[in-house]
């Protein structure tokens, strides 16, 4: 059993006296070192972690070969200011982003919520519209504009003005929105946009772009039917409207693919990218094609786009993955990690839904009438941590399994014990 130490416990005070409270921590861990899929906390405790760092550490902890490129880079230069002067270290991680993914044009930047930004830009600058669609529980930031979108708690959004965007039902099957069953539903959810929004409540003259996530994250991880993605890519191109994809959590192989979206054999116009590609050091990139990122200069920039060290860190981080084969091994280990998540689920009724692809899964607890279990997954993730395991909340009551994809058969084996130990609590 993991016990708070009294170095924790001294950091944390600290951390209340001068950290922003508008920071979200499920619980206390101080986090000191990690290797591998292995955190250690300021006290000696050691974790398994199913977390990544909400889904960022998807190479692992301590990876050599993403120190050794940002040390190298750190003799030479830290910065140099990509949006005023040229360098190539930049220049080689755009180049292979386009190689991965077959874009064009990559604007590279800092976050996820940075990318989503540039994002939205770029769509308003390339179609002269000043509205969006976005779906309900969707998260894309917390900055003004990705805020907009995001749908996923109304506390998130409270006292923030918006820009004008409309949320549409997303296809959340275990809980359809429309009370229908999949696949006599005809995928209603994704309809409803031609059949409501564009006639009732936004022209699709005046809608520059739909924004979706291929797998809802912060929302639930939700995996829509294969059928969704690809009637949301039938009405942008039948309605003249940009199809942009968040892939901020679900991309960097998570899914077994570079991007998710591959899975459901769809292309976005702009996608959006950060966490996991910058192996732990804050890195962000927009892509899309020649066309529509051809906005001239000044319409967009900014200060530490292109840092050096990011840069480095990035193109390792995405020459590790393949090398490794790293989609090839989220695909393995997340069919295993399914099959006992399935197996607990025919163990325990608290457990009422196991879903994801790859290693992005979530698990939804119920209550006995299927309500969310909100108050007995806190106690579980609570319970977990204790027993030495990491995990995340997810949507009302799910809880996020996104371990790196480097984790070790056996480390998920003895995480999935420690999470049994703690389900027996509720």
């Known amino acids: 059993m993991k016990k708070l130490g009294n170095k924790a416990r001294e950091i944390i005070s600290r951390d209340n006296k001068v950290a922003s409270p508008s920071l979200t921590r499920p619980y206390e861990l101080v986090v000191d070192h990690a290797e591998g899929s292995t955190i250690y906390d300021v006290d000696g405790n050691s974790y398994i972690d199913f977390a990544a760092s909400v889904a960022v550490m998807n190479i692992g902890y301590d990876c050599k070969k993403v ?52 994002a939205m830009k770029l769509a308003f600058w390339h179609t002269k519209k000043n509205s969006m669609i976005a779906f309900y529980r969707a998260f894309h930031g917390r900055t003004l504009g990705a805020l907009s979108l995001t749908s996923s708690k109304i506390k998130h959004k409270e006292h923030f003005p918006s820009l004008h965007v409309l949320h549409s039902d997303y296809a959340y099957c275990y809980r359809c929105p429309l009370n229908l069953e999949y696949p006599e539903c005809g995928i209603s959810c994704a309809k409803e946009i031609e059949r409501t929004i564009f006639k009732r409540e936004l022209s699709p003259k005046d809608t520059a772009a739909i924004v979706v996530e291929p797998i809802q994250g912060e929302g639930g991880f939700i995996v829509p039917p294969p059928e969704f993605h690809k009637e949301i890519r039938r009405i942008c191109d039948e309605n003249d409207v940009l199809l942009i994809a968040d892939e901020i959590q679900s991309g960097g192989f998570r899914t077994g693919k570079f991007m998710a979206m591959e899975n459901f054999g769809v292309r976005a116009d702009i996608v959006c990218m950060s966490k996991s590609i910058g192996g732990g050091i804050p890195l962000g990139a927009t892509l899309s094609s020649s066309e529509i990122m051809s906005w001239h200069p000044g319409v967009h920039a900014n200060t530490f786009g292109g840092n050096l060290l990011a840069a480095a860190g990035g193109l390792a981080t995405l020459e590790f993955m393949e090398s490794s084969r790293l989609g090839e091994k989220a695909v393995e280990k997340g069919r295993y990690l399914m099959k006992r998540l399935n197996e607990l689920k025919d163990k325990y009724p608290i457990i009422g839904d196991v879903r994801g692809m790859g290693l992005m899964i979530g698990v939804e607890l119920v209550e006995e009438n299927k309500a969310p279990a909100t108050e007995k997954r806190e106690l579980i993730v609570k319970k977990a941590l204790d027993g030495g395991l990491i995990m995340l909340p997810a949507g009302d009551s799910v809880i996020r399994f996104v371990p790196p994809l480097i984790i070790k058969k056996s480390e998920i084996d003895r995480g999935l014990e420690i999470f049994e130990n703690a389900l027996k609590t509720a």
């Open 67 to 118: 120190k050794r490129a940002v040390c190298t880079q750190m003799e030479k230069m830290v910065h140099c200011g990509f949006s005023d002067f040229y360098a190539e270290m930049p220049v080689k991680l755009c180049e292979k982003m386009c190689e991965m993914t077959g874009y064009e044009k990559v604007f590279l930047s800092n976050s996820g919520a940075e990318a989503v930004e540039a």
